[in-house]
């Protein structure tokens, strides 16, 4: 734990470190409190955007931040509308993640005349860095099933380039070993288009494992992992998608995939109905459309605002595979007073047709969707949904300066949520087999402790309680759904 711990604080403030010494046009930087925001202007007369002023930003290009502003120069704003939208538009430009602070504000009105600035830091952008990532689901599993076990973690170097031509477009490097080996290669272009609504993304990727999660029992992974060094499983995967985002918050993704996968034959062995037809290697075309949409304060953790969420893919079109996917993933968080926020979260799966092979029927547990209070187990499954209750309340927040009193000064700031939560759900499976957590309603409760860091990064401490009686303290980084 202390390593994960070290390796955190390592990323954090190396990233940290670069950005104040990046920043040697601080000059351009105008830090604004939230005040300035407000518009005492309460006549109903529209007020005319004469300008849009844009400061410290020296690498992301100008059109990049106007295309995150709902408004533009020339447009007609009443006072109400217009307090509206720079809230709005330092909203997402806080959600791009190319800055560590951002206003928009009114810097001069003349009559109905109003001069806008919007006044950015960036982030660093250039993180060639050491990799270490648990192979297991989540932190307890590895810690408690595993018993920390260094065997279980893979490791290598991650070469992280966001930003990289100022149009907030993205490099990204794997190269892992340990626990598995992988090579991937990712590059996401938001917009190649004029107009700014078209863009695109490539990956690929080739991954080699020495133990492999062929089955479960009694809702628990079941692994092999042979004696001598001989790999179980070899996959690559080659993917590109083509992205359209007409407005602000609305996103849509097409999706096209191709992938193969070969497995020792004593996984077969292990579990006949690991692929199906009892084969050892499969390949398969895929097919996606995801629709997107996002209008929160803060999407990484928010406290205020609507996220949302659809998928539906279609995976092989012979018998090596053959199933149609659809899920579903919302988060709605309402304010009920200053700082205190009831948050309720969805997410919901189906897959046809039913009768699948284990390699299509990892349900909950597996990523994003999971119960709190079960993440020891997993389920499998072919349709189902969890539902989620937070309460939170954010009781302290501080800020932690860099190069304090000089013109590279950086305020890192740390926000505390305490939360009360329940959890339900349910998984379908027609073939559960000894699994105790299938075609029955599910539950668990608990309190905790959520840290939202500087660089979007969130701690989640969770004591849980599920219906079996089970109870402990779970921790979580950035796993949420």
Same mark, same amino acid.
């Given at each position: 734990?202390?390593?994960?711990?070290?390796?955190?604080?390592?990323?954090?403030?190396?990233?940290?470190?670069?950005?104040?010494?990046?920043?040697? #046009?601080?000059? $351009?930087?105008?830090?604004?409190?939230? /005040?300035?925001?407000?518009?005492? /202007?309460?006549?109903?007369?529209?007020?005319?955007?004469?300008?849009?002023?844009?400061?410290?930003?020296?690498?992301?290009?100008?059109?990049?931040? *106007?295309?995150?502003?709902? =408004?533009?120069?020339? #447009?007609?704003?009443?006072?109400?509308?217009?307090?509206?939208?720079?809230?709005?538009?330092?909203?997402?430009?806080?959600?791009?993640?190319?800055?560590?602070?951002?206003?928009?504000?009114?810097?001069?009105?003349?009559?109905?005349?109003?001069?806008?600035?919007?006044?950015?830091?960036?982030?660093?952008?250039?993180?060639?860095?050491?990799?270490?990532?648990?192979?297991?689901?989540?932190?307890?599993?590895?810690?408690?099933?595993?018993?920390? %076990?260094?065997?279980?973690?893979?490791?290598?170097? $991650?070469?992280?380039?966001?930003?990289?031509?100022?149009?907030?477009?993205?490099?990204?490097?794997?190269?892992?070993?340990?626990?598995?080996?992988?090579?991937?290669?990712?590059? *996401?272009?938001?917009?190649?288009?004029? @107009?700014?609504?078209?863009?695109?993304?490539?990956?690929?990727?080739?991954?080699?494992?020495?133990?492999?999660?062929?089955?479960?029992?009694?809702?628990?992974?079941?692994?092999? $992992?042979?004696?001598?060094?001989?790999?179980?499983?070899?996959?690559?995967?080659?993917?590109?998608?083509?992205?359209?985002? +007409?407005?602000?918050?609305?996103?849509?993704?097409?999706?096209?995939?191709?992938?193969?996968?070969?497995?020792?034959?004593?996984?077969?062995?292990?579990? +006949?109905?690991?692929?199906?037809?009892?084969?050892?290697?499969?390949?398969? +075309?895929?097919?996606?459309?995801?629709?997107?949409?996002?209008?929160? /304060?803060?999407?990484?953790?928010?406290?205020?605002?609507?996220?949302?969420?659809?998928?539906?893919?279609?995976?092989?079109?012979?018998?090596?595979? @053959?199933?149609?996917?659809?899920?579903?993933?919302?988060?709605?968080?309402?304010?009920?007073?200053?700082?205190?926020?009831?948050?309720?979260?969805?997410?919901? %799966?189906?897959?046809? +047709?039913?009768?699948?092979?284990?390699?299509?029927?990892?349900?909950?547990?597996?990523?994003?969707?999971?119960?709190?209070?079960?993440?020891?187990?997993?389920?499998?499954?072919?349709?189902?949904?969890?539902?989620?209750?937070?309460?939170?309340?954010?009781?302290?927040?501080?800020?932690?300066?860099?190069?304090?009193?000089?013109?590279?000064?950086?305020?890192?700031?740390?926000?505390? =949520?305490?939360?009360?939560?329940?959890?339900?759900?349910?998984?379908?499976?027609?073939?559960?087999?000894? %699994?105790?957590?299938?075609?029955?309603?599910?539950?668990?409760?608990?309190?905790?402790?959520?840290?939202?860091?500087?660089?979007?990064?969130?701690?989640?401490? #969770?004591?849980?309680?599920?219906?079996?009686?089970? %109870?402990?303290?779970?921790?979580?980084?950035?796993?949420?759904?």
């Amino acid at each position: 734990m202390k390593c994960i711990h070290l390796i955190v604080i390592f990323l954090v403030f190396f990233g940290i470190t670069n950005d104040a010494v990046a920043q040697d #046009d601080s000059a $351009k930087y105008v830090p604004v409190s939230p /005040d300035s925001l407000k518009i005492s /202007d309460t006549s109903s007369k529209p007020l005319y955007i004469a300008s849009i002023s844009i400061y410290g930003n020296k690498k992301t290009k100008p059109f990049i931040i *106007e295309r995150e502003i709902p =408004f533009k120069q020339g #447009d007609y704003l009443t006072a109400a509308d217009l307090e509206k939208q720079l809230v709005v538009a330092k909203q997402q430009l806080v959600n791009t993640s190319l800055f560590l602070d951002v206003s928009v504000f009114i810097q001069n009105k003349f009559g109905e005349l109003v001069f806008i600035t919007v006044s950015v830091r960036e982030r660093w952008y250039l993180f060639p860095l050491p990799y270490f990532k648990l192979a297991d689901r989540n932190f307890n599993t590895w810690w408690v099933t595993y018993d920390h %076990s260094f065997q279980r973690v893979n490791y290598g170097v $991650k070469f992280l380039h966001n930003n990289i031509s100022g149009r907030n477009d993205k490099f990204t490097v794997w190269l892992i070993t340990g626990y598995s080996r992988q090579f991937a290669l990712k590059y *996401e272009r938001p917009f190649v288009d004029r @107009n700014l609504h078209y863009g695109y993304n490539v990956y690929v990727s080739y991954t080699q494992q020495r133990e492999l999660n062929y089955g479960t029992s009694e809702n628990i992974q079941k692994f092999f $992992k042979p004696d001598s060094l001989f790999f179980v499983r070899r996959a690559f995967n080659v993917e590109a998608d083509y992205v359209y985002r +007409p407005a602000l918050h609305t996103k849509h993704v097409f999706r096209f995939q191709y992938a193969g996968e070969k497995v020792a034959d004593t996984i077969i062995a292990l579990n +006949p109905n690991y692929f199906p037809e009892g084969k050892t290697e499969i390949s398969y +075309p895929e097919i996606g459309y995801n629709i997107q949409y996002q209008h929160a /304060d803060y999407n990484m953790y928010p406290t205020k605002g609507f996220l949302g969420e659809a998928r539906l893919l279609h995976r092989g079109f012979n018998s090596d595979v @053959n199933v149609t996917q659809l899920q579903l993933l919302s988060t709605y968080t309402i304010p009920l007073f200053t700082k205190t926020q009831l948050q309720l979260k969805e997410g919901a %799966s189906i897959s046809v +047709p039913f009768n699948q092979p284990f390699y299509n029927k990892r349900l909950f547990g597996y990523g994003q969707i999971f119960m709190r209070g079960l993440e020891y187990y997993v389920i499998d499954g072919v349709a189902g949904g969890v539902g989620r209750a937070t309460l939170q309340h954010q009781f302290l927040q501080f800020n932690t300066r860099l190069a304090a009193g000089t013109k590279k000064e950086v305020n890192l700031p740390f926000r505390f =949520f305490a939360k009360l939560y329940t959890d339900v759900g349910y998984a379908y499976d027609e073939n559960p087999s000894n %699994s105790m957590l299938n075609n029955k309603f599910l539950h668990s409760w608990g309190f905790g402790l959520d840290v939202v860091a500087v660089y979007d990064i969130i701690f989640k401490f #969770d004591y849980s309680f599920n219906q079996f009686g089970e %109870s402990g303290l779970y921790i979580h980084v950035r796993t949420d759904f």
